[in-house]
């Protein structure tokens, strides 16, 4: 019984390590563009585009299809 305790234990650390070190390889990989900015509850990434004013534009996860349907990406972007 204790054996199998063990077993069960070793493979929770071991999945909990494996997620942890994919983690870390993927957001090495995919660096955001642009600069994050930390505020009070989190950060906020941001990118300055074009010349003119600056107007900030708040995108919440739940906005972003509808935010891509209304305005489409360049033809030779890599969103879909």
Known sequence: ??????I???IVVALIWFTAKMD???????TP???????DGGIIH????GNG??????VQAADFRAAIKA????S????K
């Open 71 to 74: 305005h489409p990406p360049a």
């Open 8 to 10: 069960i234990i070793c």
């Open 24 to 30: 870390s390889n993927i957001e090495a990989s995919f």
């Open 76 to 79: 030779n972007s890599k969103v």
């Open 1 to 6: 019984m204790i054996i199998a305790l063990l």
């Open 46 to 49: 941001w990118q300055k585009q």
């Open 33 to 39: 563009s642009g600069k994050l900015t930390p505020v």
């Open 53 to 58: 004013p600056y107007i900030p534009l708040i």
